[in-house]
């Protein structure tokens, strides 16, 4: 068997809801062995979770060991552990692992060159640190909800988005202390501000209002600096598909397509500031038009043509029909004890030419007590027994 890509590193994993799971996860898949720390009266968050599938999304190919740490020996239990490991790596409210008994300061007693990653909402430091909350509620925080909606309506809401953009940082920030250690045999301490993480992607509309003292506020489908900009309705139920132009060339190539080349010299259309006085009438035209195909049709028709168009998929369409991600496998079919399969959306988000992940299917809960303390912490079956009938191990 091919050696996997991150071998012989071991992550302690306390991690709790998506951007600690997400990080993880993708450590595990490229060979990481990742030992998720949980107890049945309280199993991981992802677990049981009946809509979103969430432990088999952002838990395959980890371990899991059952081990109750509000107790004296399950704590001990997890030193032992993190003594033989590379990174630990938690997402609770700043302070908490201190609280636990768990912080930086008696991690590196027991083990010097550890490395530790905190992703928490605000960081581990200054006058919000410890406030709890996933992205759901840092979305708006971070500003995203505010330039969201119609600006007739109260802001719109999305999914718990900065809880995917943080772990892409964590994972090259734990990748940088592995080389940092490789190199001077040190470990560090990671604090990760989802918030911060977040805020970048703020950066145009923080400058905007830096140099114009203009705030951003909600705008609908609409672009300021397009026209069409829109999802328009297409031929079946609920579908549609998302056009925009930029350009007067690209304006040219849409009529075209369209079959209306004599809106082209339209001085209501003609250029972008016409289009845009113009744009409730100019989107009832492309709507007229697209609702006589499917959106496949008016996708395929316009990117030929050199304008952007994308069909607004439903997950049947992600899963079962986009050509693009089934010519690279995106999708990955996992197989559970007693045969049931799952498909997960969260396979490798990248190719590479010389490794191969080896993606393996999410752990049932305690699935790896035996390996993880027998094995591991070399705890004799007798006393292993003990902490069972104790509900230290549970």
Not at 79 to 107: H, P, T
Not at 344 to 368: I, V, W
């Amino acid at each position: 068997m091919a050696k996997q890509l991150l071998e012989g590193i071991r992550v302690v994993d306390f991690t709790w809801h998506l951007t600690g799971p997400l990080t993880t996860k993708h450590l595990s898949d490229l060979g990481a062995e990742v030992i998720i720390v949980e107890s049945r009266h309280r199993p991981g968050w992802s677990r049981g979770k009946p809509l979103s599938g969430s432990n088999d999304q952002y838990c395959s190919s980890k371990l899991s060991a059952t081990i109750n740490t509000r107790t004296p020996e399950g704590l001990d239990l997890v030193k032992k552990l993190i003594a033989r490991s590379d990174v630990v790596a938690e997402n609770f409210a700043g302070g908490a692992m201190e609280r636990m008994g768990l912080g930086y300061e008696v991690l590196k007693e027991i083990k010097p060159d550890i490395i530790m990653l905190s992703t928490s909402m605000q960081g581990q430091t200054g006058p919000h640190f410890n406030h709890p909350g996933s992205g759901h509620k840092l979305t708006a925080l971070a500003g995203f909800s505010n330039i969201l909606g119609w600006p007739d309506r109260e802001p719109g809401w999305i999914a718990a988005y900065t809880d995917f953009i943080a772990p892409r940082y964590n994972i090259i920030a734990i990748m940088a202390a592995l080389e940092y250690r490789r190199r001077t045999g040190k470990g560090q301490y990671l604090d990760m501000s989802q918030y911060e993480a977040g805020m970048q992607f703020m950066g145009p509309l923080i400058l905007d209002y830096a140099v114009n003292n203009r705030i951003k506020g909600r705008n609908g489908n609409k672009c300021d600096y397009a026209a069409p900009n829109n999802a328009y309705r297409c031929q079946g139920e609920d579908r549609w598909c998302a056009i925009t132009v930029f350009t007067d060339e690209e304006w040219e190539s849409l009529c075209n397509v369209m079959g209306k080349p004599v809106l082209k010299d339209d001085p209501k259309f003609a250029t972008l500031t016409a289009r845009k006085k113009n744009e409730e009438e100019l989107d009832k035209l492309v709507n007229d038009w697209t609702s006589g195909h499917t959106a496949e049709e008016v996708m395929n028709m316009l990117q030929a043509a050199g304008v952007a168009a994308g069909v607004v998929e439903t997950g049947e369409d992600l899963l079962d029909k986009d050509p693009q991600f089934k010519h690279r496998k995106t999708f990955v079919q996992l197989e559970y004890p007693g045969g049931e399969k799952y498909r997960t959306q969260m396979g490798s988000h990248f190719l590479m030419s010389k490794y191969t992940p080896d993606m393996r299917r999410a752990p049932l809960l305690g699935e790896h007590n035996d390996y993880v303390l027998k094995e591991l912490l070399g705890i004799p079956d007798d006393e292993y027994d003990k902490l069972v009938k104790a509900e230290v191990v549970d």
